[in-house]
Every structure is written in structure tokens, then in C-alpha cells.
């Protein structure tokens, strides 16, 4: 059974950092392309982020690009997301994605 | 960036009656390969997306078959024949042709 299932996320204060991680198992995770899709309150999906199998290709939203690197572990079938300089339309549901299958979701909350 | 529009906002459906969701492309979604680039997915009250159809008419792994899509290079529709109690929530398109993906603003399905 493919499971994603998405740690790190809680309430950060702007221009701080936070990094979240997906656990991915019951499938080859280094066979597939991975993304983060977020989704602010009461709001509709929103991609953030895609990287490639070996890692070698990423691709961000502009909102993003600067702030956020998307990278992989293939040998621990783990997905991150390091989120610098935090803004507080980044506060969202975060989604770890194979596109087919997704996570349970994070929370992220900028606030002072 | 390829921007989707969907319509209506919301539509209301008496169980055992059928829906038709639009989702209209400002550019075509077919790709060099011959692929048409979209997919649907449903947004369940509380849970994370799930994927219904992909490449705009084939159904993703254990989804129904009460649910159907068709379209040509810009404009698509999700059918949902016979609807039922557990297809509520919000139903959204997405293009994965080009970086940034985009999705679709939401359609909500309602019950009557």
C-alpha cells in the first residue's frame, strides 16, 4: 500500500525557516517524480514544487523560487521541503504528492 | 502560465442523478506525445485530494466508473453519473503539461 505520510510542519514566526519531511513507502519511491501542493484555509490547491527521480531537476513556483528548495533522500524514500524567509500567505496545508497518490497534509502557520 | 477555469462554482444534485463539471484550458493540453495533460481530482470535507481521472479520460485505480471524462485540447468535462452520498466535496481540474502545474478554482458538489 503507497502511504505518504508528512512531518515538521506547526507555527513559525515570519522570515524564520522550517523544514518539512515525507515518509514515502510501499512503492519504489526513486522510480517516481515527487511535488509539494499546498492549500491556504478555506482556499483551492496550489503547486509549489516539483523535483525529478534523481533529484537532478527541480521547479518551483515563483511565489517560491528563492525561498524554498524541494530535494530528496532515494535512499530513505524521504521528500523534504526547506522553507527559508517565511511569509505569512505561505500559511497553509501542505500536501507531499506522486501526483496519484498524496498525503494526510501539514499544517504551516507564519505568525508573529 | 496556463490558467483553467471551471464552472459552475457549486452545483446541487438529487442522489441517483448525474453531474457535468466544466474545466476550459487558456492554452491546449496536448502534448507533442499525443497526451492531453489533465486530470481531475476530488477533494473530499477534511481528507486530501484524490485522483479520479488522468490524461483527461482514463480512470485512476479504484474509482467507479460513474465517473467519466471527455474534452478536447482546451475544454473538458467530468461526468458523475448516478451520484452518490460520498461524492460530495470539491472537485478540481489540474495541468501537469507545463511547469507551473495550475489547477482549476474548485467546484463544489452538493446534495440536494
Known amino acids: 500500500e503507497v502511504q505518504l505520510v508528512e512531518s515538521g510542519g506547526g507555527l513559525v ?13 510501499g512503492f519504489t519511491f526513486s522510480s517516481f517524480p515527487m511535488a509539494w501542493v499546498r492549500q491556504a484555509p478555506t482556499k483551492g490547491l496550489e503547486w509549489v514544487a ?17 525561498r524554498f528548495t524541494i530535494s530528496r533522500d532515494n535512499a530513505k524514500s524521504t521528500l523534504y521541503l526547506q522553507m527559508n524567509s517565511l511569509r505569512s500567505e505561505d500559511t497553509a496545508t501542505y500536501y507531499c504528492t506522486r501526483y496519484d497518490y498524496w498525503g494526510q497534509g501539514v499544517m504551516v502557520t507564519v505568525s508573529s | 502560465d496556463i490558467v483553467l477555469t471551471q464552472a459552475p462554482l457549486s452545483v446541487s444534485v438529487t442522489p441517483g ?18 497526451i492531453t495533460s489533465l ?24 474509482v467507479p466508473d460513474r465517473f467519466s471524462g471527455s474534452g478536447s485540447e482546451t475544454d473538458f468535462t467530468l461526468k458523475i453519473s448516478k451520484v452518490e452520498t460520498e461524492d460530495v466535496g470539491v472537485y478540481y481540474c489540474a495541468q501537469f503539461l507545463e511547469y507551473p502545474r495550475t489547477f482549476g478554482g474548485g467546484t463544489k458538489l452538493e446534495l440536494k
Open chain 1, 50 to 66: 516539483t523535483i525529478s527521480t534523481s533529484g537532478g531537476s527541480t521547479y518551483y513556483r515563483d511565489s517560491v523560487k528563492g
Open chain 2, 17 to 34: 442523478e448525474s453531474a457535468s463539471i466544466s474545466c476550459r484550458s487558456s492554452k491546449s493540453l496536448l502534448s507533442s506525445k499525443g
Open chain 1, 13 to 25: 514566526q515570519p522570515g524564520r525557516s522550517m523544514k518539512l519531511s515525507c515518509a514515502a513507502s
Open chain 2, 39 to 62: 486530470y481531475w481530482y476530488l477533494q473530499k470535507p477534511g481528507k486530501s485530494p484524490q485522483l479520479l481521472i488522468y490524461r483527461m479520460s482514463n480512470l485512476a485505480s479504484g
